[in-house]
């Protein structure tokens, strides 16, 4: 039996190891770039029919094998190398034989093979997000009336709701939806045909490889498509923004837990080794390193991308493939648990009216009733922070709060302004019937929860749109290889 090659420092070192990488992302959709690019080259008349035939046949036979070993032994440097060799095997031939790179260069293959990856999993990305930001405006309409304290830099602030904080979240996610969809069709552009760079002389259709693998366009210039890395950047970008508002969530969440407002799921915790009673949901945990890990990748990509120089750089192209591949397996997972919390998330014991009160969170109401009567705000701000470092709104009397008025320079009030501002500070759940748009009034909530499933739902069609024209073009790509192995034309 021959022995494998003795691996160089080189081979061991990096090349072993992008290859153990690379091969199980990047070798299938390899062989489908390479099945658009023979059926092209047939249909321009650029090869021979007899052997686009044993090539089509041969990557066929490859991708009908359930082939996952991808075991590194030194007889070929990368994945590119790995599909000549076994297509060469698979069609019958000598690889100096091999025709399925001609017009076509290792940088705009890579190229265009990474943005079919990305395209899938931007795709899965995004089912994910539309599908959390459904849930998270499902909830807060169920909940839109569940009072509880709303925290500003981590100290009680203003009575809200679950639903008005769960809605807000809704809307952020859309806008990550809207901007997966806006990197999806910057990835959706076909760089090959572009070669090493500049193209070539022979009569090639760029067009019919976009067609082929379902890209929506072809490139316009073959420099930045195989130089270009904006699609790269963005897509690191909006992976490591999903996680970075996700994680803010996912903490905001513990705490309800903590307080015990939500209930803790069983199904997101683990227990203790020692302590019987507990029920740790350490998943909340888990996904805010999920954060930090998409922010290195996001952060990798950026510096390897202004590290480079703008041309075919290993740099900008290859060297970030895995931080892109490994943050979007990262957030599609971590939308997938965050919508399944979402979907368990449940009003344990939220806070009552006057534990809301007693947090001081009410106060603002006071100030802004005694402004409504006529005193300047300033001036009732001032009164009632006075008066909440004394004690609390609920030990507060009108007499207290008109003297406190009258030492302020603010002059005497009635009685009834008193007292209506007392009773504001007493009702925190009066923020329930409040109208405004966007607030956390019931109502509002409703309305802003209805509209954000509309979005979600638009988003999810769009989306669907592009994933049914992936597998449009993979029919048309059966159909064109049926056609050259039958000797006509796609």
Sequence with gaps: MTQPPELSN????????AFEKSAPQLYRPMLHASLAHVVMLAEQG???????????????????????????????????YLVEQRLAAAAGIRPSELDVQLARSRNDLDAGVFRMVLRENVLDQARQACAAAEAAAAQAD??????????????????????????????????QAEELLSVYDELDVNPLGSCAFAGTDLPIAPPRLAELLGFRETFTSSYEAVAGAEHLMRTAAVQARILATGARMARTMLD??????????????????????????????????????????????????????????????????EHLWRAGDRSVRF????????????????????????????????????????????????????????????????????????????GTVDDSVVEAALAA??????????????????????????????????????????????????RKLDAAVDAVLAGGRG
């Design 425 to 474: 500070g007493l009702r925190p759940q009066q923020v329930l019937d409040r109208p405004q748009d966007g607030g956390p009034g019931a109502a509002a909530v409703r309305r802003t929860a209805e509209l954000a499933v509309a979005r979600a739902r638009v988003l999810a069609s769009a989306f669907a749109d592009r994933r049914a024209t992936l597998g449009e073009a993979e």
């Design 46 to 80: 650029l090869l021979p029919a007899a052997r686009a035939r044993q090539l089509l046949g041969g990557l066929r036979e490859l991708l009908a094998a359930d082939d996952d070993r991808f075991a590194f032994d030194g007889s070929v440097e990368d994945v590119y």
């Design 256 to 321: 309800w837990m903590t307080f015990g407002w939500i209930a803790t799921p069983d199904s997101y915790c683990q227990g203790s080794s020692i302590m019987p009673q507990k029920k740790n949901p350490v998943v909340l945990e888990h996904m805010c390193s999920m954060a930090g890990a998409a922010a290195a990748d996001l952060a990798a990509t950026m510096n390897n991308v202004g590290a480079a120089w703008y041309e075919d750089s290993n740099n900008a192209t290859t060297d970030v493939q």
């Design 335 to 410: 939308l997938t648990l965050m919508r399944g919390l979402l979907e368990e998330l449940s009003p344990q014991n939220p806070p009552s009216p006057e534990e809301v009160v007693a947090t001081g969170a009410t106060t603002t109401a006071i100030a802004e009733a005694l402004a409504g009567a006529g005193i300047p705000w300033r001036g009732a701000h001032s009164v009632v922070g006075a008066l909440v470092r004394q004690a609390p709104p609920a030990e507060w009397t009108a007499a207290v709060v008109a003297a406190a008025i009258a030492e302020a320079g603010l």
């Design 142 to 175: 169920r909940h839109a009336d569940v009072l509880i304290t709303g925290f500003t830099h981590r100290r009680p602030a203003q009575p809200t709701t679950l639903g008005h904080v769960l809605v807000g979240y809704a809307e952020a996610l859309l806008s």
């Design 10 to 17: 080189y081979w061991q070192n990096h090349l072993r190891v």
